[in-house]
Structure formats: structure tokens, C-alpha cells
């Protein structure tokens, strides 16, 4: 009896480290990008294209910046009832934001997390610096002593994403995700105090 149990521990254990160095391990782990996609996804707060794929690579443009955030700035639920008062807010202010974004853009102007040029202008196709996707999460956060140049160096300090996420001209839909996420968990972190 002894001898089958010891037998059956010894082929489960070669079963084990057959499947941790066979073809299963060769696969990727997915990268702290994707996991961050994946739970914005899972929330209803990130969308992929037709095919699903979130193009994780690809830079964040400011009407892109602002559906992402705007479910999170203002209850959905709220927004879908003010579905034109928020599309005209914006059309009042802004000319040039497509359809598509509108009602975010509403919503997050509303909040003050977003502005325009000043000229009329939102800049809907303008890609988002670290610098600007930073200030708008301090701004949600309600956090203060940083100013634009130093919006980074205050999102690292409170550690919403590591600094290589935080440094080059745009931020990319995947380094947003990151962002997003580390400023959810800190919000989180915020409410249990």
C-alpha cells in the first residue's frame, strides 16, 4: 500500500515538472500591460477593436483618453440618462470632437479633468504626453503639490505607475492601462483610510 502511494506521489511529481518545462511553460507569461488591459477590459472601462485586440502598443489620443476615463470620473449610469446634455456641453465648447467621443469629453470637462486649447479646439486626434495622462489622474485624485512638469515624478511617488511607464513624448494605450489601474488601486487604498 505504502509502495503504490509513494509511486503515485513519484509519477504525479514527474507529471509536474514535465508540464513546467514542457510546451506550457514555453508560453508567455502576459506582460503587466496586458494583465492592467485585462482588468479595465473585465470592468467594462477598456475596448478593443472589432477583433477584439487592444493595441496595447499603440499611442492614446485625447478623445480615446477621455472614453476611457470618463465611466470613472461620473456614475455611467448618470451619463446615460444626460447623454445629450453632456454631447451638447461639448459641441458648445469644442468644435472638433467626433460623435464618437463627445458625450465622454462632456462628462469629463464637466469634472474638470479635461480642457481644450482654450481656442475653441479639443484636440480629439492629439496624442496624450505622460505629462497630461499624469495631470488628469491628479486631478481625478484630487491629489496636490505637483504642477504639470512634475505631474510624472508626483504619479511615480504615489506610485500609480513605475517611471519607465512615465517617460517619452506619448503614452501608449498599454502604459495608460498601467496608470489607470495603479490609480484605481490607490483610490482604493484612499477609501480605506
Known sequence: MKQRKLASLLLAGAMTAALLTGPAQAAESPSPHEIAAA??????????DEHGDLHLDKGLTRAELA????????????????????????TTNFSDVPEWAQVAVGVCASMGVVAGY????FGPNDPVS?????????????????TYDT???KAEELGLAPAEVLEGETITRGDMALLLTGSLDYLAYLQTL
Open 39 to 48: 482588468r479595465l477590459q473585465a470592468d467594462g472601462l477598456m475596448n478593443g
Open 67 to 90: 472614453c476611457l476615463i470618463s465611466p470613472i470620473v461620473l456614475n455611467p449610469e448618470h451619463v446615460a440618462w444626460e447623454r445629450d446634455w453632456y454631447a451638447k456641453l461639448c
Open 118 to 121: 482654450g481656442d475653441g479646439r
Open 130 to 146: 505622460p505629462q497630461m495622462a499624469c495631470t488628469i489622474m491628479l486631478r481625478y485624485l484630487e491629489r496636490e503639490g505637483w
Open 151 to 153: 505631474a510624472c515624478d
